[in-house]
T-cell receptor
């Protein structure tokens, strides 16, 4: 079985400051790793994913995440946040042998960006 | 807009009742997933259908059932509702079982 831990339930930050949202996972098999973002009153949107290859993956809106196998982590970072980044962010894993079928989500981290 | 349509957006009903939630996947997507998001349990995978057939099952209660129709839309049926069933129910779809999921905006169910 897999589990995902997002230790920070809420992260307040000022606009243009850097941010890191932490994600650690536990799994007895190899996994795919994902970050999803949920804006208010909307569904989840895929932000970025790690399937294989380079351990650093980037999204189109400036977020990046690095897969660290030894620390079983997949932290999300952004060097300078905007007000519009205010949302809930979910880390998720899926066993490689099930493809993307059985996503296991963390409890989410609410990013609050203030001016 | 993800292209996944869920209806209704909101549903308020009483304990013991039965409701049906509907999902239309993105055009061309064969796989449909149902997730439940509640305050105490977080996001939980319920069930997946692929081209009309059940493909994977998660933490779905026996009181809940789902199906995917020939036109690929899916319905999630919740019966003998309890207060604890109040949650946001998401549908997601993907092109194949190896493609990323695209989520709808959810149906918020309130059981009173």
């Amino acid at each position: 079985a897999q589990s995902v831990t997002q230790l920070d339930s809420q992260v307040p930050v000022f606009e243009e400051a850097p941010v890191e949202l932490r994600c650690n996972y536990s799994s007895s098999v190899s996994v795919y790793l994902f970050w999803y973002v949920q804006y208010p009153n909307q569904g989840l949107q895929l932000l970025l994913k790690y399937l294989s290859g380079s351990t650093l993956v980037e999204s189109i809106n400036g977020f990046e995440a690095e897969f660290n196998k030894s620390q079983t982590s997949f932290h999300l970072r952004k060097p300078s946040v905007h007000i519009s980044d205010t949302a809930e962010y979910f880390c998720a894993v899926s066993p490689r042998n099930t493809g993307f079928q059985k996503l296991v989500f963390g409890t989410g981290t609410r990013l609050l960006v203030s001016p | 807009d993800s292209g996944v349509t869920q209806t209704p957006k909101h549903l308020i009903t009483a304990t013991g009742q039965r409701v049906t939630l509907r999902c239309s996947p993105r055009s061309g997507d064969l796989s449909v997933y149902w997730y439940q998001q509640s305050l105490d349990q977080g996001l939980q995978f319920l069930i997946q259908y692929y081209n009309g057939e059940e493909r994977a099952k998660g933490n779905i209660l026996e009181r809940f059932s789902a199906q995917q129709f020939p036109d690929l839309h899916s319905e999630l049926n919740l019966s003998s509702l309890e207060l604890g069933d109040s949650a946001l129910y998401f549908c997601a779809s993907s092109t194949t079982v190896d493609s990323p999921l695209h989520f709808g905006n959810g149906t918020r169910l309130t059981v009173t």
